[in-house]
């Protein structure tokens, strides 16, 4: 066995704490410093000059499952504390912002791809649409610390954002279905490929509310007959892990959204800070840092030129303003005034693992040349930095003038 | 990214606390419902029947790793719960004990694989002292955690047996080294490189203690300045990583010597209690379980015949005995009384990973048939088996004696 993983895990808790606490000091959420942690461990900065030599942790397969573990234990918590109750009530609202907050990137997407690709024939206008579906699925795990930190989660704000991803992502999902199953041409054609994944997705949350109910029950029994024992918080940790691996499974739905459900089963238990508190220790004290690190870790600069360079900066900012106006004018439709619309727009800028987890499908299906990977990764960076520094200054900016007003 | 592992780790965290509930019940140790749990996922009992289908988990790198971490935390939390005026107290004896329970198990094991391997030549006589070998390693999680649940894990005969399966440890991964070293023909002589091996223990306490004594500083300074803060736990859940990776890397000393040395250095804050329990959280919830159920997911029982049951029969026999006897002895010489002393014989007996280990660096060797695995194995499941089983039985004949004593 190599041992490597040890030195790794070390490095990674170490630094992520470090520049967690740095960043704390300086205003920042801790995320952004774990994310730094790993940018330095990972040798983006000085990779490029070096050839690769002073990387004192690289991408392997232990520390993504590791780090999958991390996100779906995160998105697991994220679950165990939403509020059903208020859940139901911005429904409808949370689809509609999802709505909007994949539509209006996936139309500036294309616009921003056109000159680059042309619309010369099928082929180049699948890789403009495919652009546009890179920047629609909104990694909410960096704005769900960044609230939890804050302690917004529970806020109409927070549940609007989170139950929007939750939407986002699916139909993020059907839209990657249907523009690469257009792509095959051997395939079945696109209106039964989509037909398929919408009865798919159906099947899913029919199922997965259906035996949740069930184990809703069950849980309730549980917690009655054994209070604050081991038991409860690691069957619910197996639910989590068999929800997530059922959406990946047998519906190819994302794992953090079978995992997020999973939490919101059993959201309404007597012992739910119970569970929550378990998950969170076991988590932050391994998966989380890994996983935040993981994506700084990831990261290269190679292989970039003007051209790409160009079009990194449209795309990144076609990404950035094009959740911001989404989310935000619909949150602003539904009756959210314009700051907490703002913070919703903010909120949805995140991308993440599974922004790269599409293109990486685009390149393996050669839709998009893999040179354009680094401005996805530029992306990702950028929104997760800006996304919880904004957060942080608009909710404080909010603090101190209900301070103001409390005071006068 | 394949997701199967979010399935096995759900089916692995409801089997072993189902079967470790059901055992509990029954009166044994829950580690045994663990290895049970794993023995069913992993398929060794219909296997053989089924032709290798319906095997729900598979050995793999994945779980293998995350054994490992939950191998390494299980002997930190150990390390940390050392009682260091205890084992000072008990130091020469510990060391009297695992002499006596590595030199017995070698010479018993050479005897019983004598009829099988003959002595005729000089390759042969070094494969009988190489099944000697495998029988010296004690593993000492198992123990630990059925003296933990016992709470017995702080008295003398749990000091006696910790300290004991340290020492055992190095002594074992010397003549492991001496041995394949007399077995390399190109090897440049058996003295140098037992001289090496000793030296590089030597070396690897030293640097150690060393370092631990500056780290010991570090942890007291930062518990007074940031008292029930999460950087204590994971900065010593760091520094237990960096131990268990030096001790394998620079030293080739097995991690949990390391990552017990980690918690040995830590065990005299004001704080080790609340990092003891961050860490206890985090390896139930997960790697504890994956660890004790893999050992039961490792082991098959095919390609067996007569003449390897036999020397199945014999090998587990004399490892069973062996440890009984020699370290038995050893503590009774030491001063122990007769139950003591077969409560340290038997909490030795556990061979786990480290016999594994050993088997197959002397199958790939070619020192000793791979058949002979099967051997191995079937000892590390008894042992495994025995060893809490027979301990709880002597710790509660003694409680039942003291509370007649007390309310006579």
């Known amino acids: 066995m190599d041992y490597t993983f040890l030195l790794e895990l070390a490095l990674i808790l170490v630094f ?71 859940l139901k009530s911005t429904g409808p609202v949370a689809a509609l912002i999802a709505v909007c907050g994949v539509m209006v990137p996936l139309g500036l997407g294309f616009l921003v791809a056109m000159p680059f690709f042309g619309i010369g024939d099928f082929k180049a206008v699948i890789s403009c649409v495919f652009i546009g579906v890179i920047i629609t699925a909104t990694s909410v795990s960096i704005t769900v610390e960044t609230l939890k930190e804050l302690g917004k989660l529970k806020g109409k704000v927070g549940t609007a954002i989170l139950s929007a991803a939750i939407i986002d992502d699916v139909i993020g999902i059907i839209i990657l279905t249907v523009v690469t199953g257009l792509d095959n041409p051997s395939g079945a054609g696109a209106g039964a490929a989509a037909a398929d994944v919408v009865l798919k997705t159906v099947l899913f949350f029919v199922c997965a509310i259906g035996i949740g109910m069930l184990l809703n029950k069950l849980f309730k029994w549980l917690v009655k007959k054994y209070p604050h024992r081991r038991r409860v918080p690691i069957m619910g940790l197996a639910v989590c892990f068999l929800y997530a691996y059922s959406a990946e499974h047998f519906f190819g739905i994302a794992d953090i959204t079978g995992a997020y459900l999973a939490g919101i089963i059993l959201s309404n238990l007597k012992e739910t800070g119970y569970i929550e508190n378990k ?18 870790i990831k990261t290269t600069f190679e292989g970039i030129n003007p051209s790409i360079l160009l079009f990194a900066l449209l795309f990144v900012a076609a990404g950035l303003v094009s959740k911001i106006v989404g989310c935000g004018a619909a949150a602003k439709v539904c009756g959210f005034n314009a700051k907490d619309s703002l913070k919703i727009g903010i909120g949805m800028i995140a991308r993440g693992e599974v922004a790269l987890i599409v293109a990486q499908k685009g390149i393996e299906s050669g839709i998009v040349p893999s040179v354009y990977l680094s401005a996805v990764i530029v992306l990702v960076i950028v929104s997760s930095l800006l996304a919880p520094v904004l957060l942080k200054l608009l909710f404080k900016a909010d603090a101190k003038r209900e301070m103001l007003i409390k005071s006068a």
């Open 279 to 296: 998950i969170d220790i076991g988590s932050y004290m391994i998966f989380s840092p890994v996983f935040f690190a993981s994506i700084g």
């Open 16 to 86: 992520t704490k470090v520049f967690g606490i740095i960043m704390k000091k300086l205003g920042l959420p801790q995320v952004v410093g774990a994310i730094v942690a790993g940018l330095l461990l990972g040798g983006a900065i000085w990779s490029p000059l070096t050839g690769g030599a002073f990387v004192p942790v690289r991408a392997s397969d232990t520390l993504s499952i590791i780090a999958e573990i991390g996100v779906v234990m995160i998105m697991f918590s994220a679950g165990l504390e939403t509020d059903m109750n208020e």
